[in-house]
């Protein structure tokens, strides 16, 4: 819950900005830029793992892919309110 908050105190701040400046394409490049890095991030936390030679035993194995697991899912809950905020910007804009 915490990463999906942190999504939304950068989205509402990217929003506040749009608002201060009177801008509202600056939602797309603070929200879109937030929400493309962690889903980035999270594909690629998702991907890498230890080298595979030092792992000895099937628990450290499944320790690691959920540690891989978690963190992919916490990059997307911190970049989901960020796509809101595009598609919502760019359904009030057209």
Do not use: C, H
């Amino acid at each position: 819950m915490k990463f999906f908050l942190t999504g939304t105190v950068i989205a509402l701040i990217g929003v506040l900005v749009a608002y201060l400046v009177n801008d509202w394409s600056l939602v797309y490049i603070i929200s879109g830029i937030v929400a493309g890095v962690f889903l980035i991030w999270g594909v690629l936390a998702l991907g890498t793992g230890k080298n595979k030679s030092t792992r000895t035993t099937s628990s450290e194995k499944r320790r690691e892919k959920q540690q891989r697991v978690t963190k992919m899912k916490n990059a997307v809950m911190v970049a989901v309110p960020n796509i809101i905020a595009v598609i919502v910007n760019l359904v009030m804009i057209s």
